[in-house]
């Protein structure tokens, strides 16, 4: 089935169903059942079911999902996605936390390179790679063939900056600045917003 | 309206608008027009009226919003959630990044204290807060009345952790380690998981 077809909120849940599985193939588990693969995904078995079919994988009734296809097939849906060079823009406190974060590269994506209006000012130790000024961006993403960006600037910069990455041939952003990104509609922007994601849980505490 | 009928996502996007508000309040903008806040939060402004109706609010045909009165409400719904103490679990890469992340306690949320299994290994240079080990957890959540956790830990212990985080009385986590967490209906859990939102956006690359 062709890529565009499968909804954003689906591919993300592509994600969470393949490292589970992964997990079970690494530990020679043969089979696994809807219920149990929707329950270590947070999802409901109905909800799994539905999202697999999008690439025509129908589990047997009473034997569930074959662990080996099942991981094969969400990887190459998914496999596509990974080894992406990423810039890094506002190399501040967040920004250079996440450059020292390996967590990133373990998954396929590299931060190639970081830029700030203070090329000097990354904090915390040595970093591996450099903080470029902000007029070397466009022409360092057009050499590298760079598609994605994650963005820590500070909100009141965040649009000018976007405006920026689009114009070099930046097509995603992932988004820690607390404003909403207003970006054309071929780019893709997700948004991680930390603070809003504790006020969000405190609000439920009794 | 009582709390707990705002479902979960209504309440982030709340949180959304009362940052944009906010920003319009401390310049003295005096009415905001749905299709202006909701363009500035990334919603449909169908999406905005239905939200603010929960709290009775409701624009003036042709006027909009008052901004001063939405700020008010909107802050009287969240506020409540700010200035609570937070601890965060696993002071490894990723961890030790957050404890130096000025973000959270710029929006009312302090990190009071973090945890880990080697409490001396925090890394990148001077700390703030104390990194102590598991077996303080248990009373330092109970003489703190902390009921908030952010979760920096591998995804092969933070089920473990996770059960001692919800014993010593933590009612909302912030995940982000790679697993999807099992706790009981009492405990609210959020999750960020950094490398899948990189995966989901290089998805929709061209």
């Known amino acids: 089935m062709a890529k565009f ?85 506002g190399a501040g406190n967040l920004g250079s936390a996440l450059i020292h974060y390996d967590g990133f590269a373990k998954e396929g994506f590299e931060i190639v390179a970081a830029f700030d209006i203070r090329p000097g000012r990354a904090k915390g130790g040595h970093l591996k790679i450099s903080i470029l000024p902000m007029d070397r961006l466009k022409s360092f993403v057009s050499e590298h063939s760079v598609k994605l960006a994650i963005l820590t600037v500070p909100g009141t910069s965040a649009q000018v900056v976007t405006n920026a990455l689009v114009e070099a041939g930046i ?36």
Chains 1, 2 share one sequence.
């Open 171 to 206: 097509q995603a952003i992932l988004n820690f600045s607390t404003i909403i990104l207003q970006v054309p509609s071929n780019v893709v922007v997700n948004n991680v917003n930390l603070a809003i994601e504790l006020e969000n849980l405190s609000y439920f505490i009794t």
């Open 5 to 89: 077809v499968i909804p954003r909120k689906t591919v993300y849940r592509l994600s969470l169903y393949f490292r589970i599985v992964e997990r079970l193939f690494q530990n020679r588990i043969d089979t696994v059942s809807s219920a149990a693969l929707a329950k270590a995904a947070g999802v409901k078995p109905t909800q799994l079911r539905k999202d697999l079919t999008y690439f025509g994988q129908f589990g047997t009734r009473g034997l569930g999902y074959k662990v080996e296809s099942l991981e094969r097939q969400l990887a190459s849906v998914l496999r596509t996605a990974r080894f992406q060079p990423v810039i890094l823009v």
